[in-house]
């Protein structure tokens, strides 16, 4: 055996083409390349053909010996290829036409036939890849059937369906029922501002001062004009007496007294702007100005909100509108607020905007806890009714994003994947995957398993 031997190493290098060629056509090159544990390639990866044509050392071909000497594609009749049976020990014999053990060698001894060593070759390594990737495979225990599970007491409720009313949420904005935007009615320099953001007023209190320079000036020159007026009307009232005066000149000092009175009067007026008074008892909600900035007719300075309470105005479809009486009572939801709130609808605009095809409703709440202006609400419209199915919290089963319930029938458990909705006092909501009149399992589910026997308690 030992002239075999060395012609078979010498021959090695030669046969690496070969054997390279055939592995990639029998796309099996890239597993072996990689690794000399084909069990974890074939982990892996179902497809063994990727990695083959990184690589061109084949570490397979180093575990063969085979008598190819140079210029020869074929082994002759009669030449022995050994075969390592420590590196391969599952090869059949049977396996290629004409192969013989040799005991004492411990090898695998293959009288080559004058078939092509590459046809060979190739046959070898598709049953030893086909042999490992069924090694790395994990069987998996069979699971128990229906009958191999032991009964499971329980208790089951048939489920009806509960006709409800069919509500519609509309978004809507909490204001107060009494707001004023605090302007000035004259032009001025804001000399005093006395109230801060929050604080509490009364129907009367100071809330801005404005500068009166120039009111107060127009004041004095209508004051003289006035008393100027009104002694000329005097004299030329005894003049008349006297038969001294014509009727045309009483005339006219009668009409220069008249309007020189009007124009201290609307001096005045002007004079009592200087200092803008809140209108009613309300809180102080904004602060637009402040002490030395400059006021004018139409500027905001300040906003007011009154004590009267608050109320949510919503924008609700037309369509859903028309379900609405007046003084109906509506819940309202407010992120702040824990509990739902009732409100009784206020008012209710006759007529639509055309651009959004919404109308506009006010609708008056109770006094509540942290319940401030200008919070984000939910009103509950009525859109109809229909009909719910509701289960008991206990019978819903949840496997991670999965929610079961399982379904009592023909004395077996059913998993049933549903999809639920709100959690009501009535129970969850089931919006799909169970139907009315099916019998739940409401005790017990918790452990069942997808046709486990029940005994229904």
Same mark, same amino acid.
């Given at each position: +055996?030992?002239?075999?031997r ?24 890239? !597993? ?26 084949l ?33 059949p014999?049977?396996?290629i036409? *004409?192969?013989?053990r ?15 060593? #590459?046809r ?28 191999d599970?032991?009964p ?14 069919? +509500?519609?949420?509309?978004? *809507? ?6 707001? !004023?935007?605090?302007?000035?009615k ?12 929050g ?17 107060? !000036? ?6 003289a ?10 004299r030329?009232? #005894? ?8 009727q045309?000149?009483m ?32 809180v102080?909600?904004?602060k637009l100005?402040?002490?030395?900035? +400059?006021? +004018?007719p139409?500027?905001?300075?300040l ?80 859109? *109809?009714?229909? !009909? ?22 023909? *004395? ?17 909501e ?28």
């Open positions: +055996m030992s002239k075999p060395t012609s078979v190493l010498t021959g090695l290098s030669k046969l690496r083409t070969a054997v390279l060629t055939r592995l990639r056509s029998l796309d099996l090159a890239q !597993a072996v390349s990689r690794s000399d544990n084909l069990s974890i390639a074939a982990s892996r990866r179902d497809n063994l053909s990727i990695a083959a044509s990184r690589r061109d050392n570490r397979i071909a180093q575990r063969f010996s085979v008598g190819l000497n140079a210029g020869e594609e074929q082994v002759p009749k009669g030449r022995l290829i050994e075969l390592s049976a420590e590196s391969f020990p599952a090869v014999s049977g396996l036409s *004409g192969a013989t040799f005991p004492t060698l411990k090898r695998w001894a293959i009288v080559a036939y004058p078939f092509a060593i #590459n060979l070759l190739g046959l070898f390594l598709l049953g030893l890849t086909a042999s490992v990737v069924g090694c790395g495979k994990h069987h998996e225990p069979q699971a128990a059937t229906g009958e599970l032991t499971a007491a329980v208790r089951v409720q048939k489920i009806e369906p509960v006709k409800q009313p069919v +509500m519609e949420e509309v978004v *809507g904005t909490v204001q107060p029922k009494l707001q !004023a935007i605090i302007e000035a004259v032009s001025g320099r804001i000399t005093r501002l006395p109230v801060v953001l604080q509490s007023v009364r129907q009367g209190d100071v809330l801005v001062e404005l500068a009166t320079q120039e009111i107060q !000036a127009r004041l004095d020159q209508a004051n004009a006035f008393r100027q007026a009104e002694l000329d009307f005097n030329t009232a #005894n003049l008349r007496k006297q038969q001294a005066a014509t045309a000149e005339d006219a000092a009668q009409a220069r007294y008249n309007v020189t009175k009007a124009t201290v009067a609307e001096a005045e007026a002007l004079s009592g702007y200087a200092k803008i008074l809140a209108p009613f008892d309300g102080v909600a904004r100005a402040d002490e030395g900035d +400059m006021a +004018m139409g500027k905001p300075l906003d007011l909100e009154g004590r009267a309470g608050l109320r949510l105005v919503a924008d609700v479809p037309s369509l859903l509108a028309s379900r609405v009486l007046p003084d109906a009572r509506l819940a309202v939801r407010v992120d702040t607020v824990p509990d739902t709130i009732t409100g009784t609808l206020a008012e209710i605009s006759p007529a639509a905007d055309p651009a959004s095809r919404t109308v506009r409703m006010k609708v008056d709440l109770p006094e509540t806890a942290d319940l401030r202006t200008g919070q984000f609400g939910r009103l509950a419209v009525p859109a *109809g009714e229909a !009909a719910f199915l509701f289960v008991p919290p206990p019978a819903l089963v949840r496997r991670g994003q999965l929610e079961i319930l399982f379904v009592a029938a023909d *004395g077996k458990a059913q998993m049933r994947l549903v999809r639920t909705g709100k959690e009501t006092p009535q129970g969850i089931i919006l799909a995957g169970l139907a009315p009149g099916e019998a739940v399992v409401c005790e017990g589910a918790g452990t069942l398993r997808d046709g486990q026997p029940l005994q229904v308690q």
